[in-house]
Each structure stands twice: as C-alpha cells, then as structure tokens.
C-alpha cells in the first residue's frame, strides 16, 4: 500500500505567499496616497477655519475696532489655526494690515500651497509664504 502524505509543497507556499505580498503592497501604496489627501484636507479645513475665524476677529475687535490690525498674532486671532494647518503641511504664514490679511500653509507632499485672504477666497497659489507681502496686495494669486 502506498501511504501519501497531505499537505502543501514548497512551490505552492512560496506562491500563495507572493501573491499576499503583491496584494499587501497595493494596498499601502493606496493608503498612503489617503493619508497625504487627508492631511490636506486638515490643511484647508484649518485656513477655512483661520478665515472664518479672522471675521469674527474684525467684528470683536477692541483694540482697533473692525480692523484686522493684530489678527494674525493677537489673543483670539488666527495663529492657532494657520499654525494647526502648517503642522499638517510643513509649514505656514499669516500677514495682516488693518484692511486686509493673508495666510498660506504648505501642502503635503509638494502640492503647493494653500492660501486664504481677507477677500474670502481659498484655494491653491503661487506664494510660498505670507511674510514680505506688501500692503495692498495681500489678496491669493
């Protein structure tokens, strides 16, 4: 009588754990793209926070009432937020002036920048940086 042994042979092993490992690193590939489109999806949701944030600031004002003078480094300004949206990205600014502010944080995984303005518009810029922009054209371009 012929005994057989049941089982797998070392060529069925090795293939089945190829294909696990295929499928694994798909799989991480696609994660990790999600993980860097969320963290710019905090990016924006914080510079659309800042900007809501900054209106309230104008109406609240009392050092220098509707006026966004201090907004960017006052007490109850945007810098929480510019700084929350540049800890996610790798970095960020915030400009103001008593008529108008801009602040931009970095994009993850060299995407840009992210700018939001006293105009209310957001979106993605050209500028690398709020600090150095001049008086009357702080407006995201």
Request: hydrophobic share 40%.
């Amino acid at each position: 009588m012929i005994k057989k042994n049941k089982g797998f042979t070392l060529i069925e092993l090795l293939v089945v754990i190829a294909i696990i490992g295929i499928l694994s690193s798909v799989v991480l590939a696609s994660l990790n793209s999600a993980r860097s489109k969320g963290a710019n999806a905090a990016v924006k949701s914080n510079l659309a926070n800042a900007r809501a944030q900054a209106e309230l600031f104008y109406d609240s004002n009392t050092a220098a009432p509707n006026t966004y003078t201090g907004v960017c480094t006052g007490a109850g300004g945007i810098t929480q937020n510019i700084s929350a949206a540049g800890t996610a990205g790798s970095g960020s600014s915030c400009v103001s002036s008593a008529t108008e502010w801009l602040g931009i944080a970095t994009l993850k995984n060299s995407e840009g920048y992210y700018c939001v303005d006293y105009t209310g518009y957001s979106g993605t810029t050209t500028k690398t940086t709020a600090t150095g922009v001049a008086v009357g054209s702080m407006k995201c371009i």
